[in-house]
T-cell receptor
């Protein structure tokens, strides 16, 4: 099946530093990748949608200057948390949509999720 | 807006017990409905889906039926195993006419199966 990896799986950083998280589709090409944030015992909240070769689309309330997203190739998207603060500590999950998959009667094309990255800001 | 409500966990069962995890949704039209499973240390995996009313999704012994009249998509399994211990997420994708293009997730339900 389709595999999505994330790196690193966990990271601890000091307040004020920037952290980059990578999301890779290992065996398929993904024109669209999604970045989610998950708080303890809460649902996944979509942060932004990333399309290869174009600017990301951010959800309402998500600071685009703080959460920089780059999708430079069909297999890689990166999320950079700039000037991280303790309130940015969270579990970040990416997903990728296979550009060749079809949703059939639905507009949905299956998303494949990465294992997540645990960010802790001290 | 769209929303998904699922029962809070954790749900603790003995092996071979019957499982039900409730999920209800709010959306216009006929969204596509999904159950995802997240095993410890892994990413979310699609468990099953249904794209229209009365459809039954099934996989690995799990089933869920799309009930438009009750706006529900409850997950069931007749006999759980220890290896089913995971967090289960109910989610929806809006219909094409709805104009939306993102998955809306429930809060997840942790299942613990004991010997």
């Amino acid at each position: 099946g389709a595999v999505v990896s994330q790196h690193p799986s966990w990271v601890i950083c000091k307040s004020g530093t920037s952290v980059k998280i990578e999301c890779r589709s290992l065996d398929f090409q993904a024109t669209t990748m999604f970045w989610y944030r998950q708080f303890p015992k809460q649902s996944l909240m979509l942060m932004a949608t990333s399309n290869e070769g174009s600017k990301a689309t951010y959800e309402q309330g998500v600071e685009k200057d703080k959460f920089l997203i780059n999708h430079a190739s069909l297999t890689l998207s990166t999320l950079t948390v700039t000037s991280a603060h303790p309130e940015d500590s969270s579990f970040y999950i990416c997903s990728a949509r296979d550009r060749l998959s079809s949703g059939g009667t639905s507009s949905y094309n299956e998303q494949f999720f990465g294992p997540g990255t645990r960010l802790t800001v001290l | 807006g769209d929303s998904v409500t699922q029962m809070e966990g954790p749900v603790t069962l003995s092996e071979e017990a019957f499982l039900t995890i409730n999920c209800t949704y709010t959306a216009t039209g006929y969204p596509s409905l999904f159950w995802y499973v997240q095993y410890p240390g892994e990413g979310l995996q699609l468990l099953l889906k249904a794209t229209k009313a009365d459809d039954k999704g099934s996989n690995k012994g799990f089933e869920a039926t799309y009930r438009k009249e009750t706006t529900s998509f409850h997950l069931e399994k007749g006999s759980v195993q220890v290896s089913d211990s995971a967090v289960y997420f109910c989610a929806l994708w809006p219909p094409p006419a709805g104009g939306g293009n993102k998955l809306t997730f429930g809060t997840g339900t942790q299942l613990k199966v004991e010997l």
